[in-house]
């Protein structure tokens, strides 16, 4: 997998827009960017994932670069309850297919 | 439906003691999954199972044995207990065609002393 690279911490007010920036500089062709968050002591929990397009679901969208070497990760009206660990992974399937590698992640707190 | 589920939640080991962490998921997964968290760290993969009878290592698998007993159990075994295995245990499920999409149990919280 691709070593991604984030930032240790992020602030965001409630009600604004949050957005977690990755970078994945030796992204192969193959690999997909997926993200997850973890609440505190909580087990990690799948936001969404993306190959080369846009991807948007109920919980977040997805910007990936054209050239494929960053995305962001949005939530669009952070809540309190979106103060958590995001992490971003770089994952292909193959021989390593299911076998995610967790980061550090970015530690996002959302303040009133 | 209750999702992932493990036991126990809490255990305090002395060391060389052994004991089995549970798992069992009820949403009909093929591919089961042990991490560890260490404080301040990411997860790291100890096993999985892809399937109902097969399990592979991951990327710390020393000191750790694994059971897939059925399809929905998932167990993981410490023989001898270490300090060094002092962590949060993680065990996740997935559907074989969605391995990227994996849910997370609540964790046991383990202290070996």
Same mark, same amino acid.
């Given at each position: 997998d691709a #070593?991604? @690279?984030?930032?240790?911490? =992020?602030? *965001?007010?409630?009600?604004?827009?949050?957005? &977690?920036p990755c970078n994945h500089s030796?992204?192969?062709?193959?690999e997909y960017v997926y993200w997850y968050r973890q609440?505190?002591? $909580?087990?990690? $929990?799948y936001i969404i994932h993306g190959l080369k397009n846009n991807e948007t679901n109920e919980m977040a969208s997805l910007i990936i670069t054209e050239?494929? #070497?960053s995305s962001t990760l949005i939530l669009p009206h952070a809540t309190l309850r979106d103060?958590? %660990? /995001? /992490?971003?992974?770089?994952?292909?399937?193959?021989?390593? /297919?299911? #076998? &995610?590698?967790?980061? $550090?992640g970015t530690i996002l707190t959302v303040h009133p | 439906n209750a999702g992932v589920t493990q036991t126990p939640k809490f255990? %305090?080991? #002395? @060391?060389?003691?052994?004991? @089995? &962490?549970? *798992?069992?998921?009820? =949403?009909?997964?093929?591919?089961?999954y042990w991490y560890r968290q260490d404080p301040g760290m990411g997860l790291r993969l100890i096993y999985y199972s892809a399937s109902e009878g097969t399990t592979d290592k991951g990327e710390v698998p020393n000191g750790y044995n694994v059971?897939?007993?059925?399809?929905r159990e998932f167990s993981l075994r410490l023989e001898s207990a270490a300090p060094s295995q002092t962590s949060v245990y993680f065990c996740a499920s997935?559907? =074989?065609?969605r391995t990227y999409e994996q849910y997370f149990g609540p964790g046991t919280r383990l202290t070996v002393t």
């Open positions: #070593k991604t @690279t984030q930032p240790p911490s =992020m602030d *965001c007010a409630e009600g604004r827009a949050a957005n &977690l030796t992204i192969s062709g193959n609440i505190h002591s $909580q087990g990690p $929990q050239d494929r #070497k103060t958590a %660990v /995001y /992490y971003c992974i770089a994952h292909a399937g193959g021989t390593s /297919y299911g #076998k &995610l590698t967790f980061g $550090q | 255990q %305090v080991l #002395k @060391t060389g003691q052994s004991m @089995t &962490l549970q *798992c069992a998921q009820d =949403m009909n997964h093929n591919s089961m059971s897939r007993l059925n399809k997935s559907d =074989m065609a």
